[in-house]
């Protein structure tokens, strides 16, 4: 079901616009080479595979988990073998998969077929190439960004692999509640829905042949097999080893689970905390978006009780795009433990909304004199700067001056709990207060 054209590929328009550096590659058969990010599933295989079949030229399509230095020069020496032939000459398209794998010492012996064009390298990567991808290789290369593929994408590539004579060729019907499952499994990943839908077509075709042959015996046992085999959700659950779980991502269910989840997490439950994680993974959940409620919930409900709950929610994230799912369920389980079991405070997030608060209603006097910038000629000559004391030369670090305008002066925005690490916090915001307020 591979596109052989750009007007097939599916997702990804903001790269297809007449004109694009993609469309004049393939259309104006200009040599160009292509660094491909994004997510599996989204295309970049495809697109290398277009560029090759729509400007003639020769594929050739390396792994970097598999692939070695003499792989590469093999290929760049065989293209430029072509090249030079007095007749018949053949350009290459060289695709290299998961070039993030590469040695730099691999990735130096692209260099020169690139610059001198011999090949037309299109690279695909699931990592960030800025920190991949050697320089010198990522300047003579065209950075395209490969987003997601939405569920309506997904859909349509479904409907394709249903009636297409390359695909099942209208021969199976898919019921609606297996297909949003498999829309929520695929997560925006192509290449996963038509792995699971072709798994499940042939338990489909299973059970509909033996409902052909009770029918062809005539015992009466079966009523007439209908034409085509149907793909419901039992038979998808079947194939894929995997149960649904029974939510609209685009519905009121999907912020049902979320905001349950991040509720458990808030009122100390793990084991409950645990089971709405387990659901959002299994319903086919962004993990990201998991990912996001958990860096919030760090600061919104956890904050000064365990400042580290907000590294470990970042790390957590950082986790999940470094590695993907399904291993990166370890690392969000990890923090919703983390996050559920530590002291819980929401100081923080009464502080800043309070302060916005007074902000918004106009209580935003101006900065004391002897706070303002005194960097340049002429400040002292004002005022600015003059009377500043600087708190290290006090020993106990801090200083009896006023810091906020007049207008706020005084203002308690922070109140600390007594709960988790913030108990310390409190004392020493009660000292500090007393030692700032403490002026003559």
Do not use: C
């Not at 065989?78 to 730099?104: N, Q």
């Not at 190439?129 to 490969?146: A, D, E, N, Q």
């Not at 609606?176 to 077509?201: I, K, N, P, V």
């Not at 005084?410 to 004392?427: I, M």
Request: hydrophobic share 40%; no cysteine.
């Amino acid at each position: 079901m591979r596109p052989r054209s750009l007007d097939e590929l599916v997702g990804q328009q903001h790269l297809l616009a007449p004109g694009s550096p993609l469309r004049r590659l393939v259309e104006g058969d200009q040599p160009m080479s292509l660094l491909l990010w994004g997510p599996p599933g989204t295309g970049k295989t495809t697109i290398a595979a277009v560029v090759s079949h729509q400007t003639n030229r020769k594929f050739v399509e390396l792994s970097a988990v598999t692939a070695g230095v003499k792989d590469v020069r093999q290929v760049i020496d065989g293209a430029r073998r072509d090249l030079s032939r007095a007749t018949g000459t053949v350009e290459t398209v060289l695709f290299i998969d998961e070039v993030h794998r590469f040695t730099k010492a691999q990735q130096d012996a692209l260099l020169p077929g690139v610059e001198n064009r011999w090949v037309t390298l299109v690279a695909a990567t699931t990592e960030n190439p800025f920190f991949s991808v050697i320089s010198p290789l990522l300047s003579r290369s065209l950075l395209l960004t490969l987003e997601s593929l939405t569920d309506d994408d997904i859909s349509l590539l479904l409907d394709r692999a249903l009636s297409d004579e390359r695909g099942l060729n209208g021969d199976f019907e898919l019921a609606q509640d297996a297909r949003d499952h498999l829309l929520r499994m695929a997560g925006g990943d192509a290449r996963r829905a038509l792995t699971y839908l072709e798994a499940a077509a042939g338990g489909a075709r299973a059970k509909h042949d033996q409902a052909v042959k009770y029918e062809q015996a005539g015992d009466g046992t079966s009523d007439e097999a209908p034409a085509r085999a149907l793909i419901d959700l039992v038979t998808l659950e079947t194939a894929v080893d995997r149960a649904a779980v029974r939510y609209d991502r685009a519905g009121d269910q999907h912020y049902d689970v979320a905001s349950a989840l991040i509720k458990s997490i808030r009122g100390s439950d793990v084991d409950a905390s645990m089971h709405y994680l387990a659901r959002m993974i299994e319903a086919g959940e962004d993990p990201r978006f998991i990912a996001r409620r958990l860096v919030i919930s760090a600061s919104e409900d956890i904050g000064m009780g365990d400042p580290t709950a907000l590294g470990v929610a970042v790390a957590a994230a950082e986790a999940v795009q470094l590695i993907g799912m399904p291993e990166a369920r370890i690392n969000l389980a990890q923090a919703v433990v983390a996050l559920a079991l530590a002291p819980k405070s929401n100081a923080v997030i009464v502080a800043v909304d309070a302060a916005i608060a007074d902000v918004k209603a106009g209580k935003v006097g101006p900065v004391p004199p002897h706070l303002r910038d005194a960097h340049y000629a002429g400040a002292k000559k004002i005022g600015h700067g003059s009377s500043y004391e600087y708190s290290h030369n006090d020993p106990r670090g801090v200083v009896p001056q006023q810091y906020a305008p007049d207008v706020i002066d005084g203002t308690d925005y922070y109140t600390p709990t007594r709960r988790g690490g913030e108990a310390a916090y409190a004392d020493r915001v009660a000292a500090i207060r007393k030692i700032l307020r403490d002026r003559k």
